[in-house]
């Protein structure tokens, strides 16, 4: 039994859930505690009295613990990789490297405990001085979703810990096994003060609600839905907590009449399909110019058909299964909806069987569809992409703005005027010149616009600004 992380002390949950490997689902990976709101309460409880010994720890001993988090997760990478492969069905390679990049958040924001910086400003009045410093925020409430199980933890887990906050954590329900290993090694190796960090697993209807409600979390920070996130956005709103919500995504890609055809093949592939198409930063609308048109989807066609779906774990997987049944009837139900909206189901979208029972499907592309049809519309999140003709630049431009979403777009082009003119008019967060919509660096800002964020930054230096308090001194010296 994987148990819960409260007050420095591993405690059983109140029930308790398996966690199933989606490319086999006779394999169970585990048994892990699952909390109700009293046992949320105790761990938000303990992150509160420890709040204030571990925001005094010096910048040095903060920035150590992370360091020595860092090197463990990196250590581990392939044993973390596989278990994060079998639980949420992202290939090995995928796997590992979402480690890697969990290790280096942690060592990153180990660097970064040591740069915080404050500001002396002149002031207006004679003989004051304006000090403008940073303090922690208080108790921070984190909530993941299950697509990346160990990076999404890692960059909410390690600034709030290296900016002075007491963490209570709450991993998504359906993989709780990378979070939980992340978890065990912040408990071991951080060495922090007990209660600094808490782990609750659980629903989100109990654990989730919980954090939202409770007066003594100061900050709630979430990844997943818009349903979901919105939902804790008026909750926090309504008790004056500080909320962070990073939500779903439409995201477009633009192949121009002018791109590199194989570039953007391997752009659109990878953005649309890898990682089973599940991130919220996926290319699920490809606005695709007249003249490159029905060489493009032919060409993905050819490349989509040599792409071996199959057991996360299997050497020579390109892509593995969809995360749970769950998600698999809401891409299939997509599906069926593009083409019952008008579109053609142009290549995959077929269940697959394998030599182990899971959720496989064949990545689909769907064509002559539409922007105001719902598959254009709506997140799918899953290895399900689009495709919108359209005459000219203008008119890509127009539609790939024209969405309630606004995470991550691209284009494909060799034009450095529209590749300026395209970086300069999305309305995206983050935008990508010639290379997938996802995939970003762990030291650069992480978020977008409209209904896709709410709140300050993820990430990088821009962290910061979520996970501290600004506060203005003046004195009359
Ligand atoms: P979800 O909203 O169902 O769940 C996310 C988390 O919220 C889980 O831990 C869940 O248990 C919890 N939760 C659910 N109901 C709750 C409630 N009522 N109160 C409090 N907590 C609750 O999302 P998901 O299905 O786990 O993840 C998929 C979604 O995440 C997609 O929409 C995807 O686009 C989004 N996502 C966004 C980003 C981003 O950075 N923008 C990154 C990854 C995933």
Known sequence: MHKNFIAGEWVEGVTAGLNINPSDTQDVIGEYSRADAAQTEQAIESAYQAQKTWAQWTAEQRSDALDRIGT????????????????????????????????????????????????????????????????????????TPWNFPIAIPAWKIAPALAFGNAVVFKPADLVPGSAWALSEIIARAGQLPAGTFNLVMGPGSKVGQTL??????????????????????????????????????????LVLNDADLELAVSVAINGSFFSTGQRCTGSSRLIVEDGIHDQFVAA?????????????????????????????????????????????????????????????????????????????REEVFGPVASVVRVRDYEEA?????????????????????????????????????????????????????????????????????????????????
């Open 72 to 143: 463990e997760v990196l250590a581990r990478r392939n044993e973390l990789g596989e278990l994060l492969a079998r639980e949420e069905g992202k290939t090995l390679a995928e796997g590992i490297g979402e480690v890697v990049r969990a290790g280096r958040v942690f060592k990153f924001f180990s660097g970064e405990v040591l740069r915080l910086a404050g500001e002396k400003l002149p002031s207006i009045r004679p003989g004051v001085d304006v000090e403008v410093t940073r303090e922690p925020e208080g108790v921070v409430g984190i909530i």
């Open 212 to 253: 939202a409600h409770s007066r003594k979390v100061r900050a709630i920070t979430f990844t997943g839905s818009v349903s979901t996130g919105r939902s804790i956005g008026m909750t926090c709103m309504e008790r004056g907590a500080k909320v962070q919500l990073e939500m779903g995504g439409k995201n477009p890609l």
């Open 397 to 477: 431009v127009h539609l790939a703005n024209d969405t309630d979403f606004g995470l991550s777009s691209g284009i494909c082009t060799t034009s450095l005027k529209h590749a300026t003119d395209f970086k300069r008019r999305s309305t995206a967060g983050m935008v990508m010149v010639n290379v997938p919509t996802a995939g970003v660096d762990y030291h650069a800002p992480f978020g977008g616009r409209k209904g896709s964020s709410y709140g300050p930054r993820e990430q990088g230096s821009h962290a910061r600004e979520f996970y501290t308090s600004v506060k203005t001194a003046y004195t009359l010296a």
């Open 300 to 376: 993905m066609a050819q490349r989509m058909a040599a792409l071996r779906v199959d057991h996360a774990l299997k050497a020579g997987t390109d892509i593995g299964p969809v995360a749970s049944q769950d998600q698999l009837d809401q891409d299939r139900h997509y599906i069926e909806l593009g083409c019952q909206e008008g579109g053609v189901l142009y290549a995959g979208g077929e269940l697959l069987r394998r030599d182990t029972p899971g959720f496989y499907l064949a990545p689909a592309l769907i064509t002559q569809t539409h922007n105001a049809m719902r598959i254009n």
